[in-house]
């Protein structure tokens, strides 16, 4: 009984709950459908490698690039209380960046004209450059973050291709391949583990930085910050840096998976699957208290409802439908009105036959 | 707000006078619509026979009751002709030539610097108050309500307006007049209302109220029954009981206060004292850094320092409880641990989190000390009553252990016993060593916890009151200012 009532009380733990039952009903609907959901198995690929192999595996394989951003995503919506709509369009341009360090402006060229991890720091730096500026634009000059970050969600693309004169660069180094796919002899996709570096680099600063107490502060009461001598401002503007990291860290993985890059699909609607994986983890779009975590098992509670449906062959263009239904479902789940009235149901539920003993 | 009795006369300008939580504002409500008054009294109105029914301001507008509120309500961008005739006509065709003209006439009449074809914006403040006046005028007002009015006019302009008031009040428009400037109101109107607590005190002619009066009966204190409180607490006595730890010099900020000097002694407890809107929360947040400083000097233990921003502040040893608990006070979702520790954690810096069971440990002390009503450290602040929030925040700057603490208001919206035990600990922290600085709306407050007021009114300094001079009579007399005795 105790346990119960606490998924309907708010705050503390329990917000994990909500990802966590989302997956649950998830996994118990494959479960019924179909157990051959799953199965993991060793297998070879195309490049001779042993690997794991299964839906379980693409889930946490693509579910990654999702995670990363929304590490970055609860952040920004933590401390700004908007989203950023312009990580889709950023991460067309950190990858657009990275294959022009990498072709060094032949986009046919047969050699690495630099190591992939300069390109990689050179892509990072520019997309927190591109975050800094949705940073001031939101933070300095207080404009709404969702129409300070449209103005890179229209130009993004746009930009991207003219990093490389709107040619499409193909990286021949099969080593590039490596962070979207698999380093031989690790059986585990690279992108599973760049995520959980992520992870476990934002736990730490977490724990070992008061970026936490100083982000939720400023969500929550800016003017009181302000008087307990936070600068508003700079909180906002880091939250936006750190997310143009994390960006950076998806756009590599977004052009390692096909060695090459399409401005115009490469991660497209990725941030709203991004803000979704914020919703889902029970935080507050407008701001406040995070949790990080529930944030990142939101993320892949989405890519296990996509990785679902095209199990069940639902065509590409239907997909969008079918997980609207289903995040209209879980939203309005979780939503505070439903919490309530479910606690006061319970309540009721409780205290009938209390009264029939008396 | 009950059983408020309010008549206007015509041709007559009538202060409503109170303060802040008065019920003034609940008065004009009623009166034009806003609030449904609830069954209880009735309005009457030359001319018409039964009670009128005020349900919408709407139908104040059509009884001819006009209001114009503090902030200026028109659209900048149209022109002075469209914002007078805006919502109003039935017409659907506009006539703009006879709109101008009408516009033109109506300005000329009241003698207002604008033309009907300007725009608005292009006018300055007082002209913009002067056409919301000529457009509630035009509107076949017999009263005219006019909230704060003057509160962002300058010196000039507000003569202006007055000048203007008093044409209307030649024409036989009856005029209520809420403001919080007391020169104000002895310069224009005729009868003050005052009201206290949404309770009527009385209805004066205003040669029958001197200023001393006036103040009194806002505050609630007649002037016989007041008893002076003598403070029993033990003064603070070391070495260094006479070296100054704060010093301002022509401190002025963005918030529009009229520069000031000020000091406070080790160990000293002095206070800000004058009506609401005098300007003393501007001038300790100036000290403070909480408003943009514009001009001034601060030493702090008598070397110079800069204080622009809270942060510089706090690390001179500077603390500062707010006014508005919920405003710029409490983190309402976070933790009443997060909330102690807040102030000390920034001090810290980044790099430097308190530890979990350091923070509780922190937490726990201050629960104890302060005997904060609390589930638990783990609860959000916005859950606990209004007196257990500010011991929250008041624990938060001790936690700093400050040499100087500035307490806005430690004491409204909190219950008397909660009241009663911030002033002995401000007293008791003052007798250890810390300066602090007292603001309080209840004078007894301040004379029982304060051994030196500085006295505000109308965004300046008029005077210092200590020792002998700390009585109800000289505070609330240095407050009303003017020819008083």
Redesign the interface.
Known sequence: MQKKKSIFSKGGNTQLLIPIIALLILALFNLIADPGFFKISLGVNSAGDTILSGYLITILDYGSELAILAIGMTLVTAASGGQDISVGAGIAIAGSVILRVLCGGDSRAEELQAPIIVAFLIGCVVAMLFGAFNGILVAYFKIQPMVATLILYTAGRSIAAWINNNELPVIKEPKFAYFGGFIPGVPVPTTFLIALVCVVVILLVLKFTTLGLYTQAVGINESSSRLNGLNPIFVKFLAFVILGLCVGVAGLIKVSRISSINYSVIAKDIEMDAILAVALGGNALSGGKFNMIASILGAYVIQFLTTTLYKFEVQADALPAYKAVVVIILVVISSPVVSDKLSALWKKVKKTPAKEVG | MQNVDFTLCEGEIHALMGENGAGKSTLIKVLTGVYPEDGEGTIHIKGLDKAAVIRSPQDAQKLGISTVYQEITLCPNLTVAENMYIGRGNNKVMNWKKMNDGANKILQSLDIPATATQQLSSCSIAIQQMIAIARAVDMECKVLILDEPTSSLDDNEVEKLFGMMRDLKAKGVGIIFVTHFLDQVYEVCDKITVLRDGKLVGEFVIEDLPRVKLVAKMLGKELDDMSEIKSENTVYDGDDADQVIYEAEGLQSAAKIKPFNFYIKKGEVNGFTGLLGSGRSECVRAI?G?DRVIAGSAKKNGKPVKIT???EA?KNGIA?L?EDRK????????SVR?NII??L???K?????ISKSQAYKFADEYIKKLEIKTASA?T?IKSLSGGNQQKVILA?WLLMNPEYLILDEPTRGIDIGTKIEIQKLVLQLASEGMSATFISSETDEMLRTCSRLVVMRDRKVVGELSGEDLTQNKIMSTIAGGDQK
Request: glycine share 10%.
């Open positions: 403070f909480a921003k809270p942060i706090m500062y707010p405003v710029d006070g409490i983190v309402g979702d976070l997060d807040l102030a954690q920034v001090l810096g980044f790099f430097h989190p783990d959000p938060r």
